[in-house]
């Protein structure tokens, strides 16, 4: 089946977390964060040429610093990766043994935000890039809203 091309940031990190053919992205132990192996996603999803995504071009970047900073605009936050943390959680994809932090290509990374959780598609709406209206509503108490892609919707 065709994935349909998601619309935003957050959603492509979604499939790309959850998709058995990507290996650079993956749950943490509780499924509340994400690592990222710099060098294997460089590789995997950066690189010339399809990605294992299956898409032409999933990024319109080839650098991993224009990555980490969507992922800031859209709240995600760095945590400290130390051995223990890097117990990673066999769904989706088995750990390696041995807490090794620097588990292929390296450096590892690990984002959280409190909105993007496994098994939680339905929360994706409500994380919003941090643009200046965004934020400005935000800072007024207001809501800022978005929809889920209609493939999504139930």
């Not at 060098?39 to 040429?49: A, I, K, N, W, Y």
């Not at 071009?57 to 650098?63: G, P, Q, R, S």
């Not at 390296?106 to 339905?122: A, E, I, K």
Request: aromatic share 10%; glycine share 8%.
């Amino acid at each position: 089946p065709v994935i349909p091309r998601p619309r935003t940031f957050p959603m492509k990190l979604w499939l790309l977390v959850n998709s058995p053919c990507v290996h650079s992205v993956r749950w943490d132990a509780r499924g509340e964060g994400l690592f990222i192996d710099q060098g294997l996603f460089e590789q995997e999803l950066l690189s010339l040429g399809p990605s294992a995504a299956g898409e032409e071009e999933l990024f319109k970047t080839k650098n991993f610093g224009s990555i980490v900073r969507q992922l800031n605009l859209y709240g995600f936050h760095k945590l400290t990766v130390s051995p223990a943390s890097s117990a990673v959680e066999s769904r989706p994809r088995p750990a390696t043994s041995g807490g090794d932090t620097s588990y292929a290509d390296g450096p590892l990374h690990h984002f959280w935000n409190p909105l993007f959780r496994y098994g939680r598609p339905d929360l994706l709406v409500k994380i919003k890039r941090l643009t200046k209206a965004n934020k400005e509503k935000l800072d007024a108490g207001l809501e800022v809203t978005s929809r889920l892609p209609d493939d999504l919707q139930h």
